[in-house]
């Protein structure tokens, strides 16, 4: 038996995976703190839900990637302060962000997520890297579902032009 033929949990990272992984973690730490930011920003009730549901999903992303990277030996990215609460109304009109930016902002925040669950999964050697890059992008495709869902019902999406056929 070779090197990478054995308990995958065993085998080696490849520095592509070690790069992806600690990269990946740097991008939800990061993404942690924006969304703790936009939580303050937020006034409907459905986003902010949709807004807490994304944090929990970034901190058990958080959690399985350090853990997978203590076992390998590699140095955690840094890890920001938590942002403090803020009362929605004490933001200025000009500093606040609306809740449709708010929306556009995480759409496209999900949206990079899957493009580098994607491209993780797609380098990776190591059976257990790849199902766990597969599990944060089934969960982030149902949150970037259930966006699309509060986009439409709230009116804030914004769509592209639409090609209507000309059926006569």
Do not use: C, Y
């Given at each position: 038996m070779g090197?990478?033929?054995?308990?995958?949990?065993?085998?080696?990272?490849?520095y592509g995976e070690v790069f992806g992984t600690w990269t990946f973690l740097?991008?939800?730490?990061?993404?942690?703190i924006s969304h703790q930011t936009l939580l303050n920003h937020a006034g409907d009730e459905d986003l902010k839900k949709l807004l807490i549901s994304m944090m929990e999903n970034a901190n058990q992303e958080i959690e399985q990637l350090e853990k997978l990277l203590k076992e390998n030996e590699v140095a955690l990215p840094p890890t920001a302060p938590e942002r403090p609460k803020a009362?929605?109304?004490?933001?200025?009109?000009?500093?606040?962000?609306?809740?449709?930016?708010?929306?556009?902002?995480?759409?496209?925040?999900i949206g990079a997520g899957l493009i580098s669950c994607s491209k993780n999964?797609?380098?990776?050697?190591?059976?257990d890297i790849i199902m766990m890059f597969?599990?944060?992008h089934t969960q982030k495709a149902t949150l970037g579902g259930k966006l699309l869902r509060?986009?439409?019902?709230?009116?804030?999406?914004?769509?592209?032009?639409?090609h209507l056929s000309q059926t006569e």
């Open positions: 090197i990478l033929s054995g308990n995958p949990q065993e085998e080696p990272m490849h740097h991008g939800a730490k990061t993404a942690l009362d929605l109304e004490s933001i200025p009109v000009g500093a606040k962000f609306n809740d449709p930016e708010i929306a556009a902002m995480l759409t496209a925040d999964m797609a380098q990776g050697i190591r059976e597969g599990q944060f509060l986009t439409k019902e709230k009116g804030w999406l914004v769509p592209p032009p639409l």
